[in-house]
């Protein structure tokens, strides 16, 4: 009996990534969504897209992938976003000419 060998699945996938939120709200200005999915989520990466539905106003919506998804800019939850960290940046007035 020959034993068959399954390829390691890839750990760079959303549920291990640093953008993603599992049952996370695709509303952008929502708290928490009560119908979501545990195996959904949503990414953090690239600011909420601004949709016109049904609706009489726009809403922003951030894109919402299956944990099993991946893209180009992974990075290890481990490593994580700064969480809004605050960068300070030296600024400088030009002077006069």
Known sequence: MRLKV???????TCAACAWWKRSAPKLANA?????ASEVVGVC???P???VQGN?????????E???SR???????ASDGPT????TVVEFKPREAA
Do not use: I, K, Q
């Open 31 to 35: 708290l928490r969504d009560p119908s």
């Open 55 to 63: 609706a009489a106003f726009p809403v922003t919506l951030y894109p």
């Open 70 to 76: 991946f893209c180009g800019s992974w990075r290890d």
């Open 83 to 86: 969480g809004g960290a605050r």
């Open 44 to 46: 953090h990466l690239n």
């Open 6 to 12: 399954l390829p390691m699945p890839d750990p760079r």
């Open 65 to 67: 992938t299956h944990e």
């Open 48 to 50: 909420p897209v601004v």
